[in-house]
C-alpha cells in the first residue's frame, strides 16, 4: 500500500521550532516531488512548501520564507519540514502530499498520495 506519514507536530511556544517529518511506504520518495500544506479552521488549504523530485528546486510561501526549510532523507525515505520562529498564525494542520513534481504557486491539484496530517499549535 502507498501511504504517507506525517509526525512531529505538538503545541510549541510562538518563537519556538518543530520539525515535521513525512515517511513514505510504499514507493520511493526520492522519485517525487513532495509539497506540505495545512489548513486552519476558518481557512482554506494553502501550499506551505514543496521540494522538487531533483531535490534541487524548493519553493515556499511567501508568510513563511526565512523561517521553515524543507528537505529530504532518501535513505529514510522521509521528507522533512523545519519550522522555525514559530508564530500563532502558523497554527494549522500540517499535511505531506506526493506529486510528479512542484508548482511554483505551490497549488495542491494533481497530488494523488496524501497523508492524514500532524497538528501544529503555537501559543503560549
Known amino acids: 500500500q502507498v501511504q504517507l506519514v506525517e509526525s512531529g507536530g505538538g503545541l510549541v511556544q510562538p518563537g519556538g521550532s518543530l520539525r515535521l517529518s513525512c515517511a513514505a511506504s510504499?514507493?520511493?520518495?526520492?522519485?517525487?516531488?513532495i509539497g506540505w500544506f495545512r489548513q486552519a479552521p476558518g481557512k482554506e488549504r494553502e501550499g506551505v512548501s514543496c521540494?522538487?523530485?531533483?531535490?534541487?528546486?524548493?519553493y515556499y510561501a511567501d508568510s513563511v520564507k526565512g523561517r521553515f526549510t524543507i528537505s529530504r532523507d532518501n535513505a529514510k525515505n522521509t521528507v522533512y519540514l523545519q519550522m522555525n520562529s514559530l508564530k500563532p498564525e502558523d497554527t494549522a494542520i500540517y499535511v505531506c502530499?506526493?506529486?510528479?513534481?512542484?508548482?511554483?504557486?505551490?497549488?495542491?491539484?494533481?497530488?494523488?498520495?496524501w497523508g492524514q496530517g500532524t497538528q501544529v499549535t503555537v501559543s503560549s
Open positions: 510504499g514507493f520511493r520518495l526520492r522519485d517525487y516531488a
Open positions: 521540494i522538487s523530485e531533483s531535490d534541487t528546486v524548493t
Open positions: 502530499a506526493a506529486h510528479i513534481h512542484c508548482y511554483s504557486d505551490l497549488k495542491a491539484h494533481g497530488y494523488g498520495t
